[in-house]
């Protein structure tokens, strides 16, 4: 005889209910930043809108600042630039026109040479005179040569000559005149530089 099978209990025994029971479910957790991960949050929340207002308003007064500085330079810039083109726009013609004055003056030696007296003699020292004057009214100014010491800045050495009178480095005489223009060089005085007495050069020379 066959031998029947009984049936096996599947219900869950009274453990494992009491374990499924037990058993909670855990709800997933939300991840937040940290202030440390996140710090424009940090900011946000710690900047205080009066504060952010200052700080904008510091900001600009400092532009402004700057650039208000800046357009005051250039206006300066401006107007020394302006000045000094009317102070030398008459530069070029009066470079131009001194060696006619040379000229015009040793004519005139010649003439006086010839007759001191004569209406032609004081007819040009007339206009010499007038000349002089034109040229004081544009800002030339003679430059002092004979006597003084020689400056390469405003003489030009033609050649050296001994002397017993004038100190050697200065200026024993003028080949041609020399100017300036509102404390700008125009031209330079062509000059003989004196190298002293003679016995002194010969002296230096042993």
């Known amino acids: ?7 096996q209990n599947t219900e ?12 909670e479910e855990v709800e997933p957790t939300k991840v937040t930043d940290s202030p440390e991960d996140n710090p424009d949050s940090t900011d946000q929340k710690d900047l205080d809108p009066i504060e952010e207002a200052q700080k904008d308003a510091a900001h ?26 009317i102070k030398f726009a008459n530069a070029s013609l009066l470079s131009e026109l001194l060696p006619v004055i040379d000229s015009f003056q040793m004519g005139l030696s ?3 040479n010839e007759d001191p007296d004569s209406i032609i003699s004081k007819g040009m020292e007339m206009v010499q005179k007038q000349l002089e004057e034109f040229l004081t009214s544009q800002g030339a100014v003679l430059i002092s040569s004979v006597g003084q010491e020689f400056d390469p800045n405003l003489h030009e050495a033609i050649s050296q000559e ?34 002293g007495p003679q016995a002194e050069e010969t002296q230096n020379e042993s």
Request: proline residues 4%.
């Open 1 to 7: 005889m066959s031998k029947k099978k009984t049936p």
């Open 12 to 23: 869950p025994t009274s453990d494992n209910a009491n374990d499924e029971s037990e058993i």
């Open 60 to 85: 600009w007064k400092d532009l402004a600042a700057r650039n208000q500085a800046e357009l005051d330079n250039y206006r300066k810039r401006m107007a020394r630039e302006k000045s000094d083109a």
């Open 110 to 112: 010649a003439a006086i």
């Open 162 to 195: 001994s002397s017993d009178e004038i100190p050697s480095g200065h200026v024993i005489s003028e080949i041609r005149k020399g100017f300036t223009l509102n404390d700008r060089l125009l031209r330079a005085a062509n000059v003989i530089v004196s190298k």
